[in-house]
């Protein structure tokens, strides 16, 4: 049998970066399922504001939330009434989670939410995966939908290979089956390819279809990026910094 791995955790310290950037032993668990449901909460909540990567980091008594996204206007609002407004609903639903869970309670914790805007949207994987959840879920031909946009991120600058796959119940036929669109490269056992997966799911009157998108946007090499010795620097700081408090 196979053993199938993550395309992005098992590029991890060589072209990837971890997503959550903190250390703390004692509330290592803690710490871990408030990233998990909050990371679940704002997918759930942002899912039509296109969000290619949620980012955590921690420090002592700071949590900073990166959210990067194509639509930063439509989260930010009219004055930045909604990033206000969607911190606050982040800094209540957290208090909830470690009532819940019986959590120590952190005294004086400061939330920063920062929104950052995504450049070619559709050369992320996240992002292009929800664009064709929301046109399948639009009833839209799967083919139709493939194809057009296999061409549009292939077309794309920079961008090497592409793969989609869709899989269960497509146009609502009976048998649920697999389909699937390359063009170009995807060298999935090469380390140093920077390849971008990510997986969506369509919800639609007659079940759900899973989506994986892979776009491979070339190798990266130690000389150009070398991510191994700056995530070792970033974790050394952290935890220097927390067994310090």
């Known amino acids: 049998m196979t053993h199938r791995v993550h395309p992005y955790i098992f590029r991890i310290g060589h ?16 710490y871990l399922r408030e990233d998990a449901i909050l990371r679940e909460l704002l997918e759930k909540k942002l899912r039509k504001n296109h969000i290619e990567a949620i980012e955590i ?10 959210v990067r996204t194509a639509r930063p206007g439509m989260i930010i609002g009219r004055g930045g009434e909604g990033s206000e407004k969607l911190k606050n609903e982040i800094t209540a639903y957290l208090a909830k989670i470690r009532k ?21 949207p559709e050369t992320h994987a996240l992002i292009a995966g929800q664009m064709i ?17 296999v061409e549009r991120i292939f ?21 649920a089956r697999t389909e699937w669109l390359k063009r170009g490269r995807i060298p999935l ?6 390849i971008d997966f990510a997986h969506r799911t369509a919800y639609t009157t007659y079940g759900t279809i899973g989506i994986k998108v892979w776009i491979y946007k070339g190798d990266i090499f130690d000389k150009n990026l070398d991510l191994r010795t700056k995530n ?4 050394l700081e952290l935890r220097t910094k927390n067994l310090e408090n």
Do not use: C, Y
Request: glycine letters at 6%; hydrophobic letters at 35%; charged letters at 35%.
């Open 57 to 66: 980091e921690r420090a002592p008594n700071v949590v900073r939330i990166f």
């Open 100 to 120: 819940r869970f019986n959590s120590p309670v952190v005294q004086k914790e400061d939330l920063k939410l920062t929104i950052e805007e995504v450049r070619a």
């Open 189 to 194: 056992q090469t380390i140093r390819a920077n």
């Open 133 to 149: 959840a929301d046109e399948i879920e639009k009833r839209i031909p799967f083919r139709r939908v493939l194809k057009q946009a």
């Open 155 to 175: 077309g794309s600058k920079g961008v090497e290979g592409v793969k989609i796959m869709i899989k269960g119940r497509l146009d609502g036929n009976e048998i």
């Open 15 to 30: 072209t990837t970066n971890w997503k959550s950037r903190w250390f703390r032993a004692h509330k290592f668990s803690e």
């Open 232 to 235: 070792l620097d970033k974790h």
